[in-house]
C-alpha cells in the first residue's frame, strides 16, 4: 500500500463534498460522496495500478479518459482511476494508516470524513 499511497499523495485526489438538492421544499434532502481518484497521462499505468489494487483488496476501480481536460492540438489524452464511496471506505483506511508518512492535507480529508461518519480506520 505505501505506493499506491504515493501514487495517491502525488497525482491523485480525495473528493469528498455535500450537494444539497434545489427542491425548494425540503431543506435536508442532500448527499454526501466520497471518491479517490488516481490520475495519469498513461492509460496502462493505471490498468496495472487497478490490477494490484484488485489483486490486494479485491476492489475494482473504473479506467476512464478525463473528460473535463481535453488535451491540447499534439497532446496526449489524461486518465484517471476511481473508486466510488463503499470502495473508498475499504481503501482509504489502508493507504493512511496512523503511523504512514503521507502528505497531511489528503489524510486530513479521509480524517475528517471518518471521524463524522464513525468510520473504523479514520
Same mark, same amino acid.
Request: proline content about 7%; charged content about 25%.
Given at each position: 500500500?505505501?505506493?499506491?499511497?504515493?501514487?495517491?499523495?502525488?497525482?491523485?485526489?480525495?473528493?469528498?463534498?455535500? #450537494?444539497?438538492?434545489?427542491?425548494?421544499?425540503?431543506?435536508? +434532502?442532500?448527499?454526501? #460522496?466520497?471518491?479517490?481518484?488516481?490520475?495519469?497521462?498513461?492509460?496502462?499505468?493505471?490498468?496495472?495500478?487497478?490490477?494490484?489494487?484488485?489483486?490486494?483488496?479485491?476492489?475494482?476501480?473504473?479506467?476512464?479518459?478525463?473528460?473535463?481536460?481535453?488535451?491540447?492540438?499534439?497532446?496526449?489524452?489524461?486518465?484517471?482511476?476511481?473508486?466510488?464511496?463503499?470502495?473508498?471506505?475499504?481503501?482509504?483506511?489502508?493507504? +493512511?494508516?496512523?503511523?504512514?508518512?503521507?502528505?497531511?492535507?489528503?489524510?486530513?480529508?479521509?480524517?475528517? #470524513?471518518?471521524?463524522?461518519?464513525?468510520?473504523?480506520?479514520?
Amino acid at each position: 500500500m505505501p505506493l499506491a499511497r504515493g501514487l495517491l499523495d502525488g497525482d491523485g485526489s480525495i473528493l469528498n463534498k455535500v #450537494y444539497r438538492a434545489d427542491t425548494g421544499r425540503r431543506d435536508d +434532502y442532500y448527499w454526501e #460522496y466520497l471518491i479517490t481518484r488516481f490520475t495519469s497521462g498513461s492509460r496502462p499505468h493505471l490498468e496495472w495500478l487497478r490490477a494490484r489494487l484488485a489483486s490486494a483488496t479485491g476492489l475494482v476501480g473504473t479506467v476512464d479518459e478525463m473528460k473535463t481536460k481535453q488535451p491540447r492540438p499534439n497532446r496526449h489524452p489524461f486518465f484517471e482511476l476511481e473508486y466510488g464511496k463503499r470502495s473508498s471506505l475499504v481503501l482509504l483506511p489502508l493507504l +493512511y494508516p496512523a503511523a504512514a508518512p503521507c502528505l497531511e492535507r489528503k489524510r486530513a480529508i479521509w480524517l475528517s #470524513y471518518a471521524h463524522r461518519h464513525g468510520v473504523r480506520g479514520g
